[in-house]
């Protein structure tokens, strides 16, 4: 498997396929601008770090683990064509179904900037079609360089409309949860997910002392964390997106959940995810597509 796609998509000093002890593919990037390694089921990129940086920008848990048909915990998970539960039936995934099916590589590349482009494709099957009964493609495309872009399109090929709901659900490193800020969304409403679901709005920049649910809606803005410890900005900006979640899981939830990397992993990432969720899903008309695209870069202060 892995010769024939190193053959048809490797790229000498960017881009090679191996198979994990798992038996799932990873892509690994190394450019002259940075790093970065995604496996192929779920399109899930699971580490990024650029050159001008000692410190990984997405995190990976150290309790991630790579099995078929199950999610990455950390990294940049696909969360479609639902975020969170699913409208009306409870018994279908969480943030929909594509993380944890295969896709596959469609195009390769390098880009005029030296950064590297993969793209992959959503491979439909039966079991998908039980959930999502709609004809369409779903593609991310990831370009590695000294910053990190990712753009997710569902093309409507069908006859009739569909909504979506739809999240790229980035994991941050940072150096303690109890020491970092997130501007961006000052003045914003957001749905608080912690305790039931009422809608507030943002006071000023945000601080973390407990878990922390949030879907912040209409809202198309660039966000900023900003970390004293690890003496550097990281800047979120996106398009096609209008929510913007903000997720901690604080002790209590991370020891339940168990793979945050225990007993301290959780102070090290936050989630700042790029979404369509809650009120700003998105309807892609019969013969259209809609395009998500974040781009990450790391500052040093
Ligand atoms: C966030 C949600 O996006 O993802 C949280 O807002 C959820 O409620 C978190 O706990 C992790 O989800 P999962 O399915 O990856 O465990």
């Not at 590297?116 to 009964?133: C, N």
């Not at 872009?149 to 093309?155: F, S, Y």
């Amino acid at each position: 498997m892995t010769t024939s796609l190193n053959t048809q998509f490797g790229i000498k000093g960017h881009l090679g396929f191996i198979e994990d002890a798992s038996g799932l593919v990873v892509a690994k990037i190394d450019n002259d601008q940075g790093s970065a390694s995604l496996c192929l089921q779920g399109a899930h990129l699971m580490t990024w770090q650029p050159r001008n940086q000692k410190t990984p920008v997405v995190w990976l848990s150290k309790d991630a683990k790579l099995a078929a048909g199950k999610s990455i915990r950390g990294g940049a998970p696909v969360c479609w064509p639902w975020f969170g539960a699913h409208p009306v039936e409870s018994a279908f995934p969480g943030h929909g179904y594509a993380r944890t099916v295969p896709w596959r590589v469609v195009e390769s590349g390098i880009e005029p900037c030296g950064a590297t482009r993969l793209s992959l494709r959503l491979v439909a099957s039966d079991k998908t079609r039980e959930q999502w009964p709609h004809e369409c493609n779903v593609d991310l495309t990831v370009i590695v360089g000294e910053t990190l872009r990712m753009e997710l399109t569902t093309e409507n090929t069908g006859d009739n409309d569909f909504v979506i709901g739809e999240a790229l659900h980035t994991y941050f490193q940072i150096g303690d949860i109890g020491t970092v800020s997130v501007s961006g969304l000052e003045g914003c409403e957001y749905w608080d997910k912690v305790g039931g679901s009422s809608l507030k709005r943002q006071q000023g920049a945000i601080g973390f002392s407990g878990e922390t649910d949030r879907v912040y809606i209409n809202t198309a803005a660039e966000c900023v964390i900003h970390d004293e410890m690890l003496k550097r900005r990281i800047h979120v900006a996106k398009s096609g997106s209008l929510s913007t979640v903000v997720w901690t899981p604080w002790v209590e939830k991370a020891n339940k959940m168990g793979d945050l990397g225990q007993p301290d992993g959780w102070r090290e990432m936050l989630c700042v995810e790029s979404a369509n969720a809650l009120d700003n899903q998105v309807k892609v008309a019969a013969g259209t597509r809609h395009t998500l695209i974040v781009e990450y870069r790391a500052v040093s202060l």
